[in-house]
């Protein structure tokens, strides 16, 4: 089994990590029809620290995604995933006749029975000139750029999530003046509004300007962007061929990501896979999962681990497979560290129960419209957030009937 995986990010490089362990757990050696190819226009894909720390630190660090031993890294776009039949020109004997996909990279054809598409998102930029935070050379020049500003700068943040605050705590701890721009009336929308509301609070040296989507951007002298973003990849096979191809990398051209099925595999597509922020799960237990760093690597791990039982003889098939995992998100913005784990807010019902102080630690529990606990939020209490995943993952939901101001998660996992 050849695997292609287009993307070295968290979840390709999880991928084929696992692939690699999977085969070694019983061949010595790879074996010679087995390998694996990362593909990534970047010489080194690296994981970005949480943004208020890294910043407006003194140094930038930055922590490269490794694909370990036996992973062939091939630093290249892609220009083009077709179906091998498609071509005429490769003699029966040369391995592209054997293949079911070619991959199409600037630095050649790459046969594959496996494609693998992790190609992450690309951020949406605003109409005016912001610097954007998503791989190592936009983390440098934002680093540079607050380190050339004078004492105590305002610094205009455009966008509401996690990384918004994350960029503006890094600039207050750094002595200047942020100010973030909501297009709501606070931060944070796919949280509570009970935990964005804490989260406010302890960022007292942030200020928030509420329902002002398109600032004046006259208004200060450096600005970031943090506004989403969208998927950017080549096309699938057969899928809009009389289209442009999308080179993967090319941030100018974006579109909704890849639809997948409980297995991550393309609809229709045999051997095509999508895991990570560009899969569009369409169906099953993990339907319309959010983008997540946690998700991109659990699913990352488990599709590396089925097609490395199906290369091994193993499993016959990826049929029939399922990735499931709890959803979980974090985020630290300076002192303050944030987690949700569980079902999103719409998966629930009525007021959560709130556990604990939300000036210093608590916890949010809700439920669904049965009353069976469905998701957690957390705030400053990692250990709590670990325990209510394990909670969440297991059989052993609590009630509402069951959570009062003397409900204890670790007690009530332990049971």
């Known amino acids: 089994m050849r695997v292609v995986i287009i993307g070295g990010g968290a979840a390709g490089t999880a991928c084929a990590r696992s692939f690699v362990q999977t085969l070694a757990s019983v061949h010595a050696d790879l074996p010679a029809d087995c390998s694996v190819t990362v593909v990534d226009p970047l010489e080194q894909p690296v994981e970005l620290p949480p943004l208020s720390k890294s910043l407006a630190a003194e140094e930038i660090s930055l922590v490269p995604h490794m694909t370990g031993e036996n992973v062939v890294r091939l630093q290249a776009t892609v220009s083009e995933v077709r179906e091998a039949n498609e071509t005429s020109e ?3 004997s040369e391995p ?5 996909y070619i991959v199409e990279t600037s630095a050649g054809e790459l046969p594959a029975d496996v494609v693998v598409y992790a190609t992450g998102l690309s951020p949406r930029t ?29 610094v205009g943040v455009l966008g509401s999530g996690f990384l918004a605050l994350e960029i503006a705590r890094g600039l207050a701890d750094a002595g200047h003046r942020p ?14 509004a009970q935990l964005a509301q804490a989260v406010m609070a302890l960022h007292e040296h942030v200020t928030f300007v509420p329902h002002t989507p ?13 506004v989403g973003a969208t998927s950017a990849g080549p096309a699938l096979p057969n899928a809009g ?18 639809p997948v099925g409980p297995d991550l595999q393309v609809t229709g597509l045999p051997g095509v896979y999508a895991i990570g922020d560009c899969a569009r799960i369409e169906g099953g237990p993990m339907k319309g999962v959010e983008p997540a760093e946690a998700a991109a690597t659990s699913m990352g791990r488990w599709l590396g681990a089925v097609l490395g039982e199906q290369a091994t003889g193993e499993r016959a098939s990826t049929e029939g497979a399922t990735w499931t995992d709890v959803p979980w998100h974090w985020s ?4 303050v560290r944030i987690f949700t784990a569980g079902q999103s807010l719409s998966a629930t019902s009525g007021e959560p129960v709130l556990l604990g102080d939300p000036t210093h630690r608590a916890q949010w529990l809700f439920f669904t419209p049965d009353n069976t606990l469905a998701r957690v939020e ?3 209490n990692p250990g709590a957030h670990n325990v209510a995943k394990r909670v969440l993952a297991s059989q052993n939901l609590a009630h509402r009937s069951d959570v009062d101001q003397s409900f204890d998660m670790r007690t009530w996992a332990s049971r």
């Open 90 to 92: 490769a003699r029966p």
């Open 96 to 100: 592209s006749a054997r293949a079911r």
């Open 126 to 154: 605003p109409t005016f000139d912001a610097l954007t935070v998503y791989d190592r050379d936009s983390a440098t020049r934002a680093h540079r750029a607050i380190h050339a500003l004078g004492p105590g700068t305002s």
């Open 179 to 192: 100010y973030v721009y909501l297009r709501g009336d606070r931060p944070l929308p796919k949280v509570s």
């Open 214 to 226: 398109e600032p004046d951007p006259t208004q200060h002298p450096l600005w970031f962007a943090a």
């Open 241 to 258: 061929r009389n289209l442009e191809s999308v080179p993967f990398g090319n941030l100018a051209t974006t579109h909704a990501g890849y």
């Open 332 to 335: 630290f913005q300076g002192p």
């Open 378 to 380: 957390t705030l400053n």
